[in-house]
């Protein structure tokens, strides 16, 4: 093993133990749709499931908190996420999720841009292995579910005409 994919390795490692971004998601909470969502997401191939609650700030993604159980790969990748979006504008927290999609449908090919993916350049050699690729998309596609959600709860300004 190359020293660059040990290092990989320790960044999942490190992330599926010290979740950063986990938190108790009140079952009870009333949210505020126009600013915060949650979506449940489950991979039934394995059985890794998250749940991912975000609050934007105007155009920033300003809080996510998330729950889950599932593989080192599942809980590392959403860690990671948490790390990478948190505070970020919203366009470019789209921007780092298409980047990160592609990477992990490169069956390792290419190179991925690690001043834009930062640690989860960690998963380039998930892409290689089509059986983990959910794993390490699932905590992501929550993500951008719940933002979804926001944004079809949002007036547009055509509604306000």
Not at 41 to 61: A, F, K, M, R
Request: proline fraction near 3%.
């Amino acid at each position: 093993m190359s020293s660059l994919e040990s290092l990989y390795q320790q960044v999942i490692l490190d992330h599926s133990k010290e979740k950063h971004g986990r938190a108790d998601l009140g079952e009870g909470d009333v949210l505020d749709p126009l600013s915060t969502a949650r979506s449940h997401q489950y991979n039934p191939l394995c059985g890794d499931e998250v749940t991912v609650q975000i609050t934007l700030g105007g155009t920033d993604v300003e809080t996510v908190a998330w729950t889950g159980d599932g593989c080192s790969i599942s809980q590392a990748a959403t860690s990671v996420m948490h790390d990478l979006i948190v505070g970020r504008p919203v366009d470019e927290a789209r921007g780092i999720l298409a980047d990160y999609r592609t990477m992990l449908r490169s069956r390792g090919e290419g190179e991925p841009d690690e001043e834009v993916l930062g640690d989860a350049v960690a998963f380039a050699g998930v892409s290689r292995h089509a059986n983990r690729v959910k794993c390490a998309i699932l905590g992501w596609t929550a993500f951008e579910d719940a933002l979804l959600r926001i944004e079809a709860a949002r007036p547009t300004a055509k509604d306000e005409s």
